[in-house]
């Protein structure tokens, strides 16, 4: 099950935002008496935590390189100052 799958709608939404619809997935689901008509959820669900997955680990990946760059940049300014 591929996030490509999924609407642009969703595609295009933060984080934040898909942990919200998450949620409300969820939610719908826990009210839902009949399994046989929550199939499409859970198929929803799957591909919306992947992609959340997804878009954690890439943003977590920017925030390290950023970070590293950044401290590159204190440590060459570091050493200037000390010659």
Do not use: C, G, W
Request: hydrophobic share 30%; no cysteine; aromatic share 2%.
């Amino acid at each position: 099950m591929k996030h490509k799958n999924l609407p642009d709608d969703i595609k295009d939404k933060s984080l934040t935002e898909l942990t919200e619809i998450a949620s409300n997935i969820i939610e719908n689901l826990e009210n839902e008496k009949d399994l046989e008509k929550s199939i499409d959820d859970y198929q929803k669900l799957i591909k919306l935590n992947n992609l959340i997955e997804i878009r954690f680990k890439n943003t977590s990946r920017e925030i390290s390189n950023s970070t590293k760059e950044k401290i590159l940049k204190i440590l060459k300014k570091n050493e200037k100052k000390v010659k």
